[in-house]
């Protein structure tokens, strides 16, 4: 069973960063894409980046430019880094994994507020 650990959530402030992690607990080359998504309180869950097995990256329009998605082979883990967060970005984020099967981390929580 492929588990997928997320960590690096917290409370900051509008402007301020973080950096989310996802440690998978096999080799991540075996999925062909990883992915970030979030779901706010009341709505759908969303997507937010994803990088493919070859580096291929995609950004959801409303965070394009503001965050960045990294994967590490050798660690097998996926990072995403968020800058200029805002109060619209608050939400559990959840990492994924698309292979034969698709995977969900448990989430990690980021609340932007002041």
């Known amino acids: 069973q492929v588990q997928l650990v997320e960590s690096g959530g917290g409370l900051v402030q509008p402007g301020g960063s973080l950096r989310l992690s996802c440690a998978a607990s096999?080799?991540?080359?075996?999925?062909?894409?990883m992915g970030w998504f979030r779901q706010a309180p009341g709505k759908q869950r969303e997507f937010v980046a994803s990088?493919?097995?070859?580096?291929?990256?995609n950004y959801a329009e409303s965070v394009k430019g503001r965050v960045a998605i990294s994967r590490d082979n050798t660690e097998n883990t996926v990072a995403l880094r968020m800058n200029s967060l805002k109060p619209e970005d608050t939400a559990v984020y959840y990492c994924?994994?698309?292979?034969?099967?698709?995977?969900w981390g448990q989430g990690t929580q980021v609340t932007v507020s002041s």
């Open positions: 994924n994994a698309d292979g034969t099967a698709t995977y």
């Open positions: 096999t080799i991540i080359f075996r999925f062909s894409k």
């Open positions: 990088i493919s097995s070859t580096g291929t990256t």
